[in-house]
């Protein structure tokens, strides 16, 4: 379902999955690995370098639970993104962004990759930039440090009565 000059890499267990599942002696198995590369599982510095090259990152999750850490990669390194509704799912807000494009059904999932790799990449506004940047941990737990220090000193101010309190102060 591919272009002629494109091709996709897998990296992490997904690859290991799919050469179990699609061997290359099953029919499909052999159109699937004309065109895919299984990289097992990267260093971090490796997958840096395969997100740098890719032209298209693409999230083709359609079950499981967890934090979605390759989502909010792929929001920022700003490349073109395909993926589900379950790999945006808590990004609703970045669907909106230029380059991402949501498809969950097998064919339209084809078809957004080749349609994909064909468009031209969008670059992004000084603002949709700021909102990417917003998928980073640093932002993320900021709104719970004011939460945190709140419970921290309630607890301390519990803990300070309770001393005065034994001591008779």
């Avoid at 962004?97 to 969008?122: C, E, G, H, V, W």
């Avoid at 506004?125 to 990417?132: D, F, K, R």
Wanted: proline share 3%; net charge positive; hydrophobic share 45%.
């Amino acid at each position: 379902f591919l272009p002629k000059n494109a091709c996709i890499m897998l990296a992490g267990g997904i690859s290991n999955y799919l050469q179990q599942e699609y061997s290359s002696k099953k029919i499909w198995g052999v159109k699937l690995w004309a065109k895919a590369w299984p990289l097992g599982n990267l260093s971090d510095d490796n997958l840096a370098g395969l997100i740098e090259k890719s032209e298209v990152i693409v999230l083709p999750i359609v079950r499981g639970v967890g934090s979605n850490l390759k989502t909010a990669e792929a929001i920022l390194a700003d490349k073109k993104v395909v993926a589900t509704s379950l790999a945006l799912r808590t990004f609703e807000v970045y669907n909106k962004l230029p380059n991402i494009y949501i498809a969950d059904s097998m064919q339209d999932f084809k078809q957004a990759i080749n349609k994909t790799i064909n468009l031209r990449k969008i670059q992004r506004t000084s603002e949709q930039e700021a909102l990417a940047q917003n998928v980073q941990w640093k932002y993320c737990l900021a709104p719970l440090k004011q939460e945190l220090e709140i419970m921290v000193d309630g607890k301390l101010k519990v803990l300070l009565r309770r001393v005065k309190h034994k001591l008779n102060f």
